[in-house]
């Protein structure tokens, strides 16, 4: 029997985030289409010549994107909402782009200026990336655009790289879709017809396999899901190339029998997520579908058991042919660990980046096929990482887990209900109806970074960054003030990140100067590293907030971020549960909520935006997850008193099904993003007639343009046909920071105008919704 070694997907991004910068250059306008193809293509080449080398037989092709991987796909099927199309049918670069990230310009219609939102985004699965979601507008017909997915087949193959294309199956990507008032699955036959020909077109090109990553198959299926599975793939076998169908993110579970009997020449799935599964799969699986095991963690950073894999393998490859690989696209971990100086000796031994884990895939493949000896020395390594994580003591600490132990049910719960709160806070902050407030950061500008970067290298010293950083503070609150903001915040301009700057400063994290991953399109963020026990040795933002609230006589928001994001956005140890994790860094936090209060401050926001993006992706797992998760941040918040007001952010998330475990948060305001989707999310809100006060995002941060006072006074006269007047805040719906001055001037501007034009005949808050 033979093994191989297969990657889903490599980072997108380059070693150095070459992709994010050029992107950015062309937006900017600073570099044209052909610059902006032309770096991409040689990241491409990059990544092919580099797997390669390290030992992978299938190299995937099409798993690079420009912005999405979801969105390309819609591109491809032709899936264009009306407002971004050409009047000549087009469908180039400027509309993916526009779909992306909206766009100002001039109607495909006429000569007028025109301005369009960008697409819908949430979470791919329970990860931090972002997609754009699908759209299919009423009457939708689909036709062919471009075939990325066989130009980049092509491509590899005239630099010499034999590839495997990878497709977004057509059972997944119509699950993501929202149709407006139809259903999108009413074009799975349209869908399966151009996924035919693309078929095709590949089986034309040369290509032998083809990837088709169905990730949907790891969750809980509708009948009508099961049926379209059943009848995708009879089709689609047909159509040329054999099919390696790809699961990822969970095991199958009840779908196992589903996916077994498809006509596929290949299944993979994922045995770290769902190690579990092995054995039924083996029992379900043909011994003549070539199975692809991902034994390799592609979502988090750890090195690899060697001896453990091997000892678990080994059975199962003297049986049958095998292919080993990732459990998903490597598009989750950063690119190249050699690439980190800095990092803790002891720290960087337990740990592998994208290449290193196709190195450890190689070593596990030479095991496998010449014996064990023949990767002696990639085993012993293993082994000795495996055995000092097991025993240093820089992972436990023993007064951390004590305080844990000693929690108590009261350390949960607020002093006073809500209705005496409410009518605590707003005696305390003597706030308008509809006030105003931002998410907390500001813009990072070049002068920002800079100075950061600076500062980092040495050549700034403590004393003049400081004084930089209370000079953009300064700043910031007066314009604040000047614009009118009801409640304001500091800018955040110390931080690098809303995770990276608590765990800079929380024991048992490590950093990395480089390991970025992709979040969406351009945006990068670098995941801290949770290794070991977390504690919290000093206060962490008091002075900068002591500081920003001295300036003015407004209140000046505390802004922390909650327990369930900084894990679910850091790679968490995997040595113990996750929620013994939450609850150590909760503590920690609760010490700085209280520290906060102590200094004089009344409104304190504890960002929790990732709350839903770790709920488990089978709805058997959620409740366990909301009770730990909603726990945990009632333990940071609840030691304060009534007249303290808790905010939460959350953003890109779908709530309907999670509002119970929301409103046990009991925060006192949560802002949400609803700008995007026409603030539809607050329906459900109104359903369940949430008693809390709401801020739902009138401004998208995530898009270049600017919208004006009626488009918000629209958007909150929205709001107002779900929930009262009373209940609602006015903000963006999430942080500035990655906006300029320029953007943000005028669109917070146009947000004070329009809560300004709500607030007559309507009075400021006193009781909360009955």
Known sequence: MTVTVATLGFPRIGPRRELKF?????????????????????????????????????????????????????????????????????????????????STGVAACCDTPHSVTAGEMTKWFDTNYHYIVPEIEPGQRLALGRLTVVDAYREAAAQGFATRPVLLGPVTWLSLAKGQGNDPFDLLDEVLALYAVILRHLAHAGAEWVQIDEPILVTDLTEQQRRAFTRAYARLARSGPKLMLTTYFGGLDDNLSLAAALPVAGLHVDLVRAPEQLDTVLRAVPKDMLLSLGVIDGRNVWRADLSALLDRIEPVARARDLVLAPSCSLLHVPVD??????????????????????????????????????????????????????????????????????VTPAMRERQGGLVRRIATQARVLALPAFPTTTIGSFPQTPEVRHARAEHQRGNLDDAGYDRFLRAETERTIRWQEEAGLDMLVHGEFERNDMVQYFGEQLSGFAFTLGGWVQSYGSRCVRPPILF????????????????????????????????????????????????????????????????????????????????????????????????????????????????????THMCYSEFN???????????????????????????????????????????????????????????????????????????????????RWDEVKPAIAAMVAAARTLRIGVTAPTEPVA
């Open 22 to 102: 050029a992107l950015e250059k062309h937006w900017s306008g600073k570099e044209d289409e052909v610059a902006l193809n032309t770096a991409a293509a040689g990241l491409r080449t990059a990544a092919w010549a580099r797997q390669r080398a390290l030992g992978a037989d299938w190299l995937p092709s099409c798993d690079f994107s420009l912005y999405d991987h979801v969105l390309d796909t819609s591109m491809m099927l032709g899936a264009i909402p009306a407002r971004y199309r050409a009047a000549d049918g087009q469908a180039g670069l400027s509309t993916y782009f526009a779909m992306a990230r909206g």
């Open 337 to 406: 660990l050699a690439l980190e100086r800095r990092l803790d000796g002891d720290v960087t031994l337990w740990l592998a980046f994208a290449v290193q884990k196709i190195a450890e895939l190689a070593a596990l493949k030479t095991a496998l096929n010449d014996g064990r000896d023949a990767a002696a020395q990639a085993i012993a390594e293993s082994d000795a990482a495996a055995a000092s994580r097991c025993t240093s003591p820089r992972i436990h600490d023993r007064q951390v887990q004590e305080r844990v132990a000693a």
């Open 532 to 647: 070991g026990d977390v504690a919290r040795p000093a206060a962490m933002t008091v002075e900068w907030w002591r500081y920003a609230q001295s300036l003015t006589d407004r209140p000046v928001k505390g802004m922390l971020t909650g327990p369930v994001t900084i894990l679910n956005w850091s790679f968490v140890r995997d040595d113990q549960p996750r929620e013994a994790s939450c609850r150590q860094i909760a503590l920690a936090i609760r010490d700085e909520v209280l520290d906060l209060e102590a200094a004089g401050c009344r409104a304190i926001q504890i960002d929790e935006a990732a709350l839903r993006e770790g709920l488990p992706l089978r709805r058997a797992g959620w409740q366990a997850y909301l009770d730990w998760a909603v726990d945990c941040f009632r333990l940071t918040a609840a030691g304060v008193a009534d007249a303290t007001q808790i905010h």
């Open 657 to 739: 099904d999670i509002l119970p475990s929301i409103a046990a948060m009991d925060a006192d305001v949560i802002s949400i993003e609803t700008a995007r989707s026409q603030m539809e999310l607050l329906a459900a809100f109104a359903r369940y007639r949430y008693p809390s006060a709401i801020g739902p995002g009138v401004y998208d941060i995530h898009s270049a343009r600017v919208p004006d006072e009626a488009e918000m006074v629209a958007l909150m006269r929205l709001a107002q046909e779900h929930l009262r007047p009373e209940q609602l805040w006015v903000n963006p719906d999430c942080g500035l920071k990655t906006r």
